[in-house]
């Protein structure tokens, strides 16, 4: 019984210790890396869809965006709200709200990728607009006014 | 057609040029807001269109007509001053309030909100062209700047559209009072271009030259240089 208990307890807080990160510069840092790479790749699919080259390339692009979306959730742990970064407190403060914008993000790219694997022109707009709306809506909510 | 009480004011390009420029500055104040990716793409051309039809008034601003040049319409701050001071006590409706001087043209004040209210296009337009959302849309002269400094000016750019809105308020604002309480019909002539002669006790004018060709020939040299900078310089 003391063995269970203990081991509850262990897992309670190591639970804990997993939610406020304990190297909030590092979590900061590296989010904004993952941002960049869908900044990255975002700015490589609109020249894709602006320009007309590479256009062999927007499956990969589309799948390494929904890759990274999925990662978004992961990025912004508890404590890592350091004053040099653009992410506001309302990330979480309002952490439902938040999660649900991430899931918007996910959900967006992984339509995004499946149109484009599609090929259909139509559905890669109307997806594109979907998932640039995901952004947005993230940003303008959660994100410092530049 | 030609009415012996009116004089013709406003030159066609003028009066253009400000029919342009309110339904272009109107799109993109509504698709600047909205941010949407197609509504983006025509903010932009919109935005090239703002900065062509600027740099034409600028221009025309010194080869226009009469009421169209700076000259006749910026004037001193003294002058402006009295001129705050008549309408102020026409609207008090004191009895020992000296006249307004006439003017036919732009009065002091609005001579100066003219040049205000290009001077914070011009600034948007241009601010525009370096601008970013972070996600899809870029100026094409973005490249031209840094990243953190196109930040900055985005920040700038969002804060002008904010200024913009104020501003146009108050020269609604302003055009109402000359119509409603000052019963200075300016509403109308912007339209016309012509004003009653008897509403301004002048009694003599004449019409201003209109110069159509010139202002034909500035604008589309206006537009291709605006063509080339957003074009051909990007990247």
């Known amino acids: 019984?003391?063995?269970?208990?203990?081991?509850?307890?262990f897992l309670l807080l190591s639970s804990a210790t997993t939610t406020a990160t304990a190297n909030p510069e590092g979590e900061a840092?590296?989010?904004?890396?993952?941002?960049?790479?869908?900044?990255?790749h975002m700015t490589a699919i609109g020249m894709i869809m602006r320009q007309g080259i590479h256009t062999d390339a927007l499956k990969f692009h589309a799948d390494a965006m929904a890759s990274l979306a999925?990662?978004?959730?992961?990025i912004y742990p508890e404590g890592s709200d350091v004053s040099r970064s653009e992410?506001?407190?309302?990330?979480?403060?309002?952490?439902?709200?938040?999660?649900?914008?991430?899931q918007r993000f996910i959900d967006a790219s992984e339509a995004f990728a499946e149109a484009a694997g599609s090929g259909d022109q139509r559905a890669v707009g109307q997806a594109l607009r979907g998932l640039g709306g995901s952004c947005k809506g993230c940003h303008d909510d959660f994100r410092a006014e530049s | 057609m030609k009415d012996s009480r009116t004089t013709l004011v406003w030159d066609v390009a003028t009066r253009l040029f400000h029919v342009f420029l309110l339904a272009l500055v109107s799109v993109c104040l509504y698709t600047g807001l909205s941010g949407g990716l197609d509504e983006m793409d025509l903010h932009m051309v919109c935005g090239y269109g703002v900065l062509a039809l600027i740099l034409f008034r600028i221009i025309w601003g010194f080869a226009g007509s009469t009421h169209a040049r700076f000259s006749s319409f910026v004037v001193s701050p003294a002058r402006t001053l009295r001129h705050a001071q008549g309408i102020y006590a026409r609207l008090r409706r004191n009895p020992r309030s000296r006249e307004i001087a006439p003017s036919l043209g732009h009065n002091p004040m609005g001579g100066y909100s003219v040049i205000m209210m290009l001077l914070l296009l011009l600034a948007q337009a241009t601010t525009g062209l370096f601008a970013s959302d972070d996600i899809f849309i870029e100026g094409p002269l973005m490249h031209l700047v840094s990243d953190d400094q196109s930040q900055t000016l985005t920040g700038f750019h969002k804060l002008f559209s904010k200024v913009i809105?104020?501003?146009?308020g108050l020269h609604v604002f302003a055009v109402v009072c000359h119509e409603i309480f000052l019963k200075d019909r300016i509403l109308i002539?912007?339209?016309?271009?012509?004003?009653?002669?008897?509403?301004?006790?002048?009694?003599?004018a004449r019409d201003v030259n209109q110069k159509p060709l010139l202002a034909l020939?500035?604008?589309?040299?206006v537009v291709l240089a605006v063509y080339v900078l957003v074009d051909a310089l990007w990247w």
């Open chain 1, 1 to 9: 019984m003391t063995k269970v208990i203990r081991v509850l307890t």
């Open chain 1, 29 to 40: 840092r590296y989010r904004q890396g993952v941002m960049k790479s869908v900044g990255g």
């Open chain 1, 70 to 74: 999925k990662q978004s959730k992961n």
């Open chain 1, 87 to 102: 992410a506001l407190p309302a990330i979480w403060e309002q952490a439902k709200a938040f999660q649900k914008a991430t």
């Open chain 2, 165 to 168: 809105m104020v501003i146009i």
């Open chain 2, 189 to 204: 002539p912007m339209v016309t271009g012509r004003k009653r002669l008897e509403e301004h006790s002048i009694s003599d």
């Open chain 2, 217 to 221: 020939v500035l604008f589309a040299l």
